[in-house]
């Protein structure tokens, strides 16, 4: 688990097939603000954080010297080795509270740190091979906690091409017999809903190099006793693991047709009574 700095603290795609999600001015502010529904009440003091809604670009939180001194959330499905940039500033400028923000891959390493002093400051580096960031907002050790100060952080990055379940282009429901719906091409996310045990979802990708090993990973902490299969156009099993927790993978040889068709399903095997849940595949 990651520990507050303050304590002692792939893939050939056409650049044409991401979005951009920036707060600069001329772009969409897709804001998430602590306190303010979706968001909780209090962004979590441990990492990795509350986990951002998909697109989310700025977030606007608020520290407390004597009940609250420190906010972690997470940015999640950025296209993996892309340039991102993180500006974080006081809001409004001029509290000059001493705060500083680290940012984090989501397995802890410290990708760089900036004050918020004067007019704020950037930490930019490339984008993990999971696509997230995690973000902590802390006081900073020059003058200690002071005061409740306010503060922004507009992420400019990439995103990867996300296709979700029940939004267009996809279908309301994924089909549950392969190979499934066919992926757009470039498709580097698929978020969807195992909504009960006799609910499966299947979906293809393609387009994908071949031999080369793909990976499929979860990218959901809230995941409970799902399991994905990794097969070719065939029908023939490629590779088969438990979508257990966030951070599990799956991996393999990529087809020689280049069409990697995926099951999602609920695990007999689980010792997860519910075995439903949200799902957020990465592919590699």
Do not use: W
């Amino acid at each position: 688990m990651l520990k507050s700095h303050s304590e002692h603290i792939r893939l050939l795609l056409a650049t044409s097939c991401f979005t951009l999600v920036s707060s600069q001015a001329g772009a969409n502010t897709v804001l998430i603000v602590e306190g303010t529904a979706p968001a909780p009440a209090d962004f979590p003091n441990v990492a990795p954080g509350y986990l951002l809604p998909l697109g989310t670009n700025t977030v606007d939180g608020q520290l407390n010297a004597s009940s609250d001194q420190i906010d972690f959330f997470e940015f999640q499905g950025l296209a993996p080795g892309h340039n991102f940039s993180i500006h974080s500033q006081y809001n409004p400028l001029n509290q000059e509270k001493s705060m500083k923000m680290f940012v984090f891959t989501s397995t802890g390493t410290l990708l760089g740190s900036a004050t918020l002093e004067g007019s704020g400051a950037t930490v930019s580096g490339t984008i993990p091979g999971d696509g997230k960031l995690v973000v902590e907002e802390t006081f900073g050790p020059r003058l200690g906690p002071i005061g409740s100060p306010t503060y922004q952080a507009a992420l400019t990055a990439e995103m990867g091409l996300t296709i979700t379940e029940k939004t267009a282009p996809a279908p309301y429901d994924f089909p549950g017999v392969l190979p499934g719906y066919v992926l757009p091409n470039a498709t580097m996310f698929v978020s969807g809903t195992i909504s009960s045990n006799a609910d499966v979802d299947c979906f293809e990708f393609q387009g994908l190099s071949a031999g080369t090993t793909f990976t499929l990973s979860n990218s959901q902490a809230i995941t409970q006793g799902l399991k994905v299969t990794a097969y070719d156009s065939s029908n023939n099993q490629l590779a088969s693991g438990s979508l257990e927790g966030a951070g599990s993978t799956l991996t393999g040889t990529t087809p020689t047709d280049g069409l990697l068709v995926v099951k999602v399903a609920h695990d007999p095997a689980s010792a997860n009574a519910l075995k439903t849940g949200n799902y957020l595949i990465l592919r590699q």
